[in-house]
């Protein structure tokens, strides 16, 4: 597989001149009139750092047309495990520069701690590209970005485009049940478990940003975030003119792609790619239907599918082993419940 990119793109070249417009919060300038920042990140700023992984040039491709993309891994996985062998490819095929960022405990953690690496990686990226940029995200990654977008409002003007596949928004039964009998899990597992405290925090109203444009893209044979029939399931989002909620098989009827191989699927490709390469959400009646029937997307390389797929499934196997058990959720953040004292604010 390509390795990443050993480091992200240097962030004191990208302050520079930006710093004296206004005031510097969490490594980032915040010019007078911008939406504010959100609460402080409480990571270190080496930490974050480290955890992104860029490729291209963000201003070269976003100049050509190309918006750079932010991509975010599901739970149990990583950035190479995830996205290396398929959609990194993908967009290394048409130029296109992106950034995939490493979620601590590879996803398995507090999903409010994970969510200030995507906050740096939005900022980051945006700063690089001078401009808007997309998100892509596969399973909790497909919902983590919004609880980035919803706490940390500066963030929201910095997205354009975000894709999900087989997101967890509103959480799935299965996690549910599994925590509820073994009355232990993984932070991550009991927040994306339906009814949890986390989820009732993200999706209380507005759970969309004016100005983000959001493909959420779902098989209805998804067997981890469940129920996900239609359009009323747990990856959708309230219907809305900057929403659609697509369902694999809406666009190929005989697609019979679970939750794993949504990263690596073709019709979630062809839909994803659509809604990257146009203004709004993809349209599915926009979206040829000619390649329906291919297994996987053209960027997957038939003769190292079986072992880059092995070594994504090994990935999540071992670090399920190892993550760190909880009795129960941990606590909303302040910010989340509206506590925090005026020191804990930015």
């Not at 095929?93 to 995939?100: T, Y």
């Not at 659609?244 to 666009?251: D, K, P, R």
């Not at 038939?302 to 606590?331: G, H, K």
């Amino acid at each position: 597989m390509r390795p990443l990119s050993p480091r992200p793109l240097g962030i004191r070249a990208l302050l520079v001149g930006t710093a004296a417009a206004g005031v510097l919060v969490a490594g980032f300038a915040t010019p007078a009139g911008a939406a504010r920042p959100g609460p402080r990140l409480s990571e270190p700023a080496g930490r974050l750092a480290s955890a992104l992984h860029c490729t291209g040039d963000p201003a070269a491709s976003a100049r050509a047309g190309r918006t750079p993309v932010l991509l975010i891994h599901g739970t149990t996985s990583n950035a190479r495990a995830n996205f290396s062998w398929n959609w990194d490819r993908a967009f290394d095929s048409e130029q296109r520069a992106h950034c995939d960022v490493d979620l601590p405990d590879s996803g398995n953690g507090d999903i409010q701690t994970a969510a200030e690496y995507v906050v740096y990686g939005i900022r980051h990226l945006h700063a690089a590209a001078g401009s808007r940029i997309d998100l892509l995200g596969h399973s909790q990654g497909g919902l983590i970005g919004r609880w980035a977008l919803k706490y940390w409002p500066d963030t929201r003007g910095m997205v354009d485009d975000y894709v999900s596949l087989a997101a967890s928004n509103h959480g799935t039964v299965v996690r549910a049940v599994q925590c509820a009998a073994s009355r232990s899990c993984t932070a991550a597992y009991w927040q994306q478990s339906t009814g949890s405290k986390f989820l009732t925090a993200l999706n209380r109203s507005p759970q969309t940003w004016p100005g983000i444009s959001y493909t959420q893209i779902y098989t209805r044979l998804d067997e981890v975030v469940v129920p996900n029939f239609d359009a009323g399931g747990s990856s959708s989002l309230p219907p809305a003119r900057n929403v659609s909620n697509i369902a694999v098989q809406e666009l190929c009827p005989t697609e019979t792609v679970e939750h794993f191989g949504m990263a690596y699927d073709n019709a979630a490709w062809l839909l994803g790619m659509d809604a990257f390469r146009h203004r709004g959400t993809a349209s599915r009646p926009r979206v040829s239907t000619a390649s329906c029937g291919r297994p996987f997307m053209p960027a997957v390389d038939p003769r190292t599918f079986v072992t880059d797929a092995a070594a994504a499934l090994a990935q999540s196997s071992v670090s399920s082993a190892v993550a760190t058990q909880l009795p129960a959720e941990p606590p909303l953040r302040c910010y989340a419940t509206g506590t925090c004292r005026p020191a804990q604010r930015a």
